[in-house]
């Protein structure tokens, strides 16, 4: 008979495995291994049902992805030594943040499926920069966004999208660090690495996979209650918010401004905002709008902050968001000056 220890090690490793494959499945196939709720027309429900329907929608969607998120991160926490993720991932070292936005891109996982990831790598050691550069790099340009946002909209518009979140995420990265409230967050979670460290360092395999499970459960709770929460809110925004509306001011210097603003509210998951974007375009919104709202959306929403909140303070949060949506509309403008179209 396996001991409990042997079953929890075994568990661990099934659930980021299922979890991987879950995720992995419509990206091969084109259809989700689970029924997804479709609730229609969002704003046809009573108000009071409108954060139910969205949530429900949300979790049948996204739930294999959280749970290979948190998963992820268990693991990343529980084996990844210390001194390797300091090493690589140092806010005093540039190649940390190259090395954070090419890695960052593998991953098809929206902001809030990031936060666990995140989660585990500054818990490791980490610096805030890097973690950050990686946090924000994932959902703005992994591979499958860039993918589509070249064969819905145009392959400019993914070499705008790819190149504009790499620096921008290096630059949010390098600048947070150097804050007062940055460098406050990355001595909190060096201390509590460094006493775990001395623990890890004492395990074996299976003793290191329990601790995973631990890991990712204590992620769960810290983050995702906040994270519903979060996405309830947005619930309201996307059920009416006009998007004529929005469609028609999305134009010249107001627009771009207005592009990179508004993903902020506008949640969607990942790949979702490339088909918003198309819809937008559609009806009129400009390139360059577009561009801004493919990099503030995805790196910067009101659900992803409140998780980030709870692991490194709102004040870093807010720090990043406001840069977030800065650099969006900067590379909004550049490329209304120098390219303009699709």
């Given at each position: 008979?396996?001991?409990?220890?042997?079953?929890?090690?075994?568990l661990?490793?099934?659930l980021l495995f299922?979890g991987?494959?879950?995720?992995?499945?419509p990206r091969?196939t084109g259809?989700p291994?689970?029924?997804v709720?479709?609730?229609?027309d969002?704003?046809?429900y009573?108000p009071?049902?409108?954060?139910?329907?969205y949530?429900?929608n949300y979790l049948?969607r996204a739930w294999?992805?959280f749970?290979?998120?948190f998963?992820l991160g268990?693991v990343?926490?529980?084996?990844?030594?210390?001194?390797?993720?300091t090493?690589?991932f140092?806010s005093?070292?540039?190649?940390?943040y190259f090395?954070?936005?090419?890695?960052?891109?593998?991953?098809?996982?929206?902001?809030?499926a990031?936060?666990p990831?995140?989660?585990?790598?500054i818990?490791?050691?980490?610096?805030?920069?890097?973690?950050l550069?990686?946090?924000?790099m994932?959902?703005a340009a992994?591979f499958l966004a860039?993918?589509?946002t070249?064969?819905?909209i145009?392959?400019?518009m993914?070499?705008?999208r790819?190149?504009s979140?790499?620096v921008?995420?290096i630059?949010i990265?390098?600048?947070?660090?150097k804050?007062?409230?940055g460098?406050?967050?990355e001595?909190?979670f060096?201390g509590?690495s460094?006493?775990?460290?001395?623990?890890?360092?004492k395990?074996?395999?299976r003793?290191?996979?329990?601790?995973s499970?631990?890991?990712?459960y204590?992620?769960?709770?810290?983050?995702?209650?906040?994270?519903?929460?979060?996405?309830?809110?947005?619930?309201?925004?996307?059920?009416?918010?006009?998007?004529?509306v929005v469609?028609t001011?999305?134009t010249g210097?107001?627009?771009?401004?207005l592009g990179a603003?508004?993903?902020?509210?506008?949640?969607?998951p990942?790949?979702?905002?490339?088909f918003?974007?198309k819809?937008?375009?559609?009806?009129?919104m400009?390139?360059?709008a577009?561009?801004a709202?493919?990099?503030g959306?995805?790196?910067?929403?009101?659900?992803?902050?409140?998780?980030?909140?709870?692991?490194?303070?709102w004040?870093?949060?807010l720090t990043?968001?406001?840069?977030?949506?800065?650099?969006?509309?900067v590379?909004?403008?550049i490329?209304?000056?120098?390219?303009?179209?699709?």
């Open positions: 008979m396996p001991s409990r220890n042997t079953i929890l090690a075994v661990a490793w099934v299922f991987l494959f879950v995720v992995a499945y091969v259809t291994l689970f029924p709720y479709d609730y229609g969002l704003s046809s009573n009071i049902l409108v954060p139910f329907v949530l429900a049948t294999g992805a749970l290979f998120a998963m268990g990343i926490e529980a084996f990844i030594p210390r001194q390797k993720m090493n690589y140092s005093k070292s540039a190649k940390s090395l954070a936005a090419l890695f960052a891109p593998v991953l098809t996982v929206c902001s809030c990031m936060i990831i995140f989660g585990g790598i818990a490791t050691g980490a610096g805030i920069g890097p973690a550069t990686f946090l924000l994932a959902p992994n860039i993918l589509f070249s064969e819905l145009s392959p400019l993914a070499a705008a790819f190149g979140a790499f921008i995420a630059l990265g390098f600048i947070v660090a804050t007062r409230w460098r406050a967050v001595e909190k060096a509590i460094a006493a775990k460290a001395a623990e890890v360092v395990m074996d395999f003793e290191k996979s329990v601790n499970l631990k890991e990712a204590a992620l769960v709770r810290t983050v995702l209650p906040y994270l519903l929460i979060g996405v309830a809110a947005v619930s309201f925004i996307d059920a009416y918010m006009p998007r004529d469609g001011y999305l210097p107001l627009g771009v401004l603003v508004i993903g902020v509210p506008l949640y969607t990942t790949l979702v905002e490339v918003l974007t819809a937008l375009l559609n009806a009129g400009a390139p360059s577009a561009l709202f493919l990099l959306g995805p790196m910067i929403s009101i659900p992803s902050m409140i998780g980030v909140s709870r692991i490194i303070g004040k870093t949060v990043y968001a406001l840069l977030g949506v800065l650099w969006a509309a590379a909004g403008f490329y209304m000056t120098f390219i303009g179209g699709l």
